[in-house]
């Protein structure tokens, strides 16, 4: 059987795993059943339990002995029974049915015995408009280990094709990251390194490495000296939050939600604002929270701090690990005043960015890993929510397909990403732009944050004032 080692920040997931805080990220895409196909979900479950061909990462076990590892299984061991599951949603079928059934399958944690992931086909969803059950669901949830929001989306993008006329395609298992590409797209061409390459020398190589470590260092040094010291209110720093009802021990159960908004919605804000459609997004999140917390008199006097993922992932094709960065940007949730926190905010990007060190993937690998040390050390030890914070929130956004995918002619109409959770971190808060619409999936532990979706609520009230505010 092939091994293939794990990468320090990816075999960090797995020993910072507890029945508490499953490590594992998810996603929730809904369809559209064709009208001349009634039986279409049914025939989809029937075929798909045919195909019994694995592509990495769905045939890797993981493995601690002797170093931690995902060793690559035969094929005929692996329990697809166990993989797909078909499940079917109690009248009437609405959006809040599935939400229901989606928060208890992503509070489960993965049995490590069996590949870590899962596939569920959902049927009976109603359709809001017309009171048809004639929409149905696919939740697919795998180990963070494994993939994280870019690289999943990649997957995604091999999986479904832009051809309504194509049928037969294969199941997301094979697939995944070696199997054949589905998309009906040109492969796309290969970006830049972050850092470009030199003629290939040794005097190159060894200097583009005393770059990169002074880079670092520098990088690093900046980030914890603030975090010793303080910041000037605007930039944030890593265990520099106030302490918040989000960031407390944490239980098992999970609650989830969901919203979206057209994206030229939000573009024709950045403009306006000029900031950037992040910019927007942090700030809806950071108004809906200021409200969320005054409503439970828990709102610190401090600005809220989130941790926002940054991909630092090349242009190749879908690989199976992680590929990311975090920067610390703090939201405004102490500032009335909309514009005012929306300003705030763009500086505090502005900062976070800058200290970003410019180094290739690799050494980017390596300052993630120590960014991120004291922050996992406190998972891996099970003391998280006992201190201060490293940040309050996760707030992220990933960059999905802008044509519409079919699976054998069955159009995606949405699709939202369900996120991990961790003592001290009880919220995340995750998009996903997909066919001209920016889609947000809330991941909520459900003891800390009663009534989740109001969040989600106060979000689009706060997009208007938003709005009102740079007279869009």
């Known amino acids: 059987m092939a091994r293939k080692l794990l990468k320090i920040n990816d075999s960090a997931w797995l020993f910072a795993e507890t029945s508490r805080t499953p490590m594992q990220v998810g996603m929730l895409a809904t369809f559209r059943v064709p009208e001349d196909r009634p039986t279409f979900v049914a025939d989809l479950v029937r075929r798909w339990r045919d195909v019994r061909e694995f592509q990495p990462p769905y045939n890797f076990l993981f493995k601690t002995l002797p170093v931690p590892s995902w060793v690559e299984v035969r094929d005929d061991t692996i329990d697809l029974d166990y993989h797909l599951r078909h499940s079917a949603l109690p009248a009437p079928g609405s959006q809040r049915e599935l939400g229901v059934l989606v928060s208890r399958l992503h509070s489960a944690k993965m049995d490590r015995r069996y590949p870590l992931w899962e596939v569920h086909v959902i049927e009976g969803l109603r359709d809001d408009e017309t009171g048809r059950a004639d929409r149905w669901a696919l939740y697919m949830k795998a180990h963070h280990s494994q993939v994280d929001g870019v690289g999943g989306i990649r997957l995604l993008r091999r999986m479904f094709s832009v051809d309504p006329d194509a049928r037969d395609l294969l199941p997301p298992w094979a697939v995944g990251t070696h199997g054949a590409d589905q ?13 470009p390459a030199g003629s290939g020398g040794v005097a190159d190589l060894v200097g583009a490495g005393v770059r990169s470590s002074a880079a670092i260092a520098g990088s690093l040094g900046r980030t914890y000296a603030e975090t010793l010291t303080g910041t000037n209110g605007v930039r944030g720093a890593p265990f520099r939050a106030p302490k918040s009802i989000f960031n407390g021990r944490i239980h098992t159960p999970r609650r989830f939600a969901t919203q979206h908004y057209g994206i030229d919605r939000l573009r024709t804000l950045a403009k306006a604002a000029d900031g950037s459609l992040n910019d927007v997004f942090l700030a809806v999140s950071g108004g809906a929270l200021r409200r969320y917390l005054l409503e439970h008199d828990a709102l610190p006097s401090e600005s809220l701090t989130a941790n926002v993922p940054v991909s630092v992932r090349a242009h190749e094709g879908a690989k199976v690990g992680n590929a990311v960065t975090f920067l610390f940007a703090r939201l405004g949730t102490d500032v009335e005043d909309p514009e005012e926190r929306f300003e705030a905010i763009k500086a505090s990007t502005r900062l976070g960015k800058e200290r970003l060190p410019e180094v290739g993937q690799t050494a980017m690998d390596a300052y993630t890993g120590v960014l991120m040390a004291p922050f ?6 099970g003391v998280g929510g006992h201190g ?8 992220s956004n990933v960059p ?12 995606m109409e949405e699709i939202f990403p369900v996120s991990l959770l961790f003592n001290g971190q009880a919220l995340n808060i995750t998009a996903v732009s997909y066919g001209g619409e920016f889609n947000i999936g809330y991941t909520g532990c459900r003891d800390s944050v009663p009534s989740l979706q109001r969040i989600a609520v106060y979000s689009g009230d706060e997009l208007e004032r938003l709005e009102s505010a740079y007279s869009v």
């Open 376 to 381: 996992l050390t406190q998972a891996i030890l």
């Open 400 to 411: 999905g397909p802008a044509e519409t995918r079919y699976l054998d002619g069955s159009p």
């Open 388 to 395: 201060r914070p490293s940040a309050n929130v996760v707030i």
């Open 183 to 195: 998309s009906g797209l040109p492969p796309r061409e290969k970006r830049a390194e972050l850092v």
